[in-house]
């Protein structure tokens, strides 16, 4: 598995103003952590953060922590656990590092890739691609880039779960083992307007004449309403 390295400083403190003054040196602050490491500050440069992880393996990079002056937090091997950046610029604000041994199996998520063209897409179904990431369990060293899920011989109502997926050996899938991956569906059908039913069409006229003359009454007493109006509008304009 490709692996990283990155060069981080310690620090001392920490707090709003610490960050904002490594902020505005180019630094961001960082936590590294683990099951073997007490909590230790540091800084890094955000830039060489995202060199860092900006590989196929994306946030399950391996990377080599390289500190300045201190030789024994130099030789761990770290991945990126979380990124806290700013909701506008986008840019680093905060990072966590979690320490991982190489003989000791972790629980990451890895993508889930959809290949091929289903063949119930080419008979008008639609193609659900339900689960997006997969939970797995297994050593650092082992970690798969993807899982690929291929979707070429699904007709309409055939569906993939996490039981059908393959992984690699050493790796443990963690999600339950119904939970569906893909399926093609059939499309909503637009419902079609009712058919009149034998026997109304005579009372439908009927409405239909009422609703004339009750035009025709309407019409008739459009001048005196409109007067009243005109009376109406002329007091609201008064007040």
Do not use: W
Request: contains cysteine; hydrophobic residues 40%; proline residues 6%.
């Amino acid at each position: 598995m490709e692996r990283s390295e990155l060069h981080a400083r310690m620090r001392d403190s920490s707090g709003k103003g610490v960050a904002r003054k490594l902020r505005a040196g180019g630094f961001i602050p960082a936590v590294l952590y683990g099951a073997h490491t007490t909590n230790v500050l540091l800084s890094l440069e955000p830039r060489a953060l995202l060199k860092a992880v900006d590989t196929e393996a994306g946030a399950n990079t391996l990377i080599t922590l390289r500190v300045e002056g201190n030789a024994a937090l130099s030789q761990k091997v770290v991945m990126l656990r979380d990124l806290q950046v700013d909701p506008v610029r986008r840019a680093p604000l905060h990072a966590d590092l979690y320490e991982v041994r190489m003989d000791e199996t972790i629980t990451v998520r890895i993508p889930v890739r959809v290949v091929g063209r289903a063949a119930g897409v080419e008979e008008g179904g639609i193609l659900d691609h339900s689960l997006r990431e997969l939970e797995i369990e297994c050593l650092p060293g082992s970690i798969p880039p993807e899982v690929e899920v291929d979707v070429s011989a699904l007709a309409i109502g055939d569906s993939i779960h996490v039981s059908d997926l393959r992984v690699p050996e050493g790796v443990k899938v963690l999600e339950d083992p119904g939970t569906t991956v893909a399926a093609v569906t059939t499309p909503a059908a637009e419902e079609a307007p009712a058919a009149p039913v034998e026997g109304e069409a005579a009372p439908a006229e009927g409405v239909a004449a009422e609703g004339a003359a009750a035009e025709g009454a309407a019409a008739a007493e459009a001048p005196a309403t409109e007067g009243k109006g005109e009376k109406g509008e002329k007091r609201e304009k008064k007040e």
